[in-house]
């Protein structure tokens, strides 16, 4: 089952939530996908920005480190609490083996504490990297963050996410999905950037850029 039906089923079962939460987020992502400017965001060609961000045991990992080791692929998600971030993950490690044989290193990166990094990597049995953007950060200077209204913070607290205790702040933005294929000199060659948080990478589509990028 490809990526895209796992998540359409999520978005379906989504239409029979109570109107007091449906309505407010779909009005929200209504909003932002007609505001965002894509052009805003990292493009190819660009050069990815250095970071240095922790891992979900606390150590730090610098993108130097990672891309002394080869070409990245980094995937930004929302947060454990997203169920087509656990789905869009889940997929990606799926893949995993089929990256690494063709030694590209998969990174996911999110706002969310180490902690709950950890628990996003116990949760979907993840093997690769997954690491903490606090304060989104490295989000902001790629140009894919979206400043959640505030409309949503009464939906989050009936849902019983505490974005303020998993992301160790209160400025209730997330990432805009994204993920970038990098070479080993640090310049982006491809990227998957959608405001409709619904939509996300195939990682079939992630290996054609891989074998473009080796071809």
Known sequence: ?????????VTENF???PASIKEPIMAA????????????AIQV?????????SDALGK????ASLLA????????????WCPFCNLALAAMQKHLSEFKAKGVTLVAI????????????????????????????????????????DTLRPVFEMIGH?????????????????????????????????PDYTKRLEPSVALEWINALQG
């Open 15 to 17: 239409q029979q939530a």
């Open 69 to 80: 080791q080869g070409p990245l692929l980094i995937t930004f998600y929302r947060g454990e």
């Open 29 to 40: 992502t209504a909003n932002f996908k007609a505001s965002y400017k894509p052009a805003s």
């Open 60 to 63: 730090e990992v610098t993108s």
């Open 110 to 149: 999110s706002p969310e504490l180490p902690n709950q990094s950890l628990s996003t990597t116990e949760k979907n049995a993840l093997k690769f990297p997954v690491l903490s953007d606090v304060g989104n950060k490295l989000a902001k200077q790629l140009g894919i963050l979206f400043p959640q209204p």
């Open 162 to 194: 505490d974005l303020k205790k998993r992301n160790g702040d209160d400025s209730f933005e997330v990432p805009v999905p994204a993920t970038l294929l990098v070479d080993q000199t640090g310049v982006v060659r491809n990227t998957f950037v959608d």
């Open 45 to 53: 060609g660009d050069t990815l920005p250095e970071f240095c961000l």
């Open 1 to 9: 089952m490809s990526l895209a039906t796992q998540l359409s089923a």
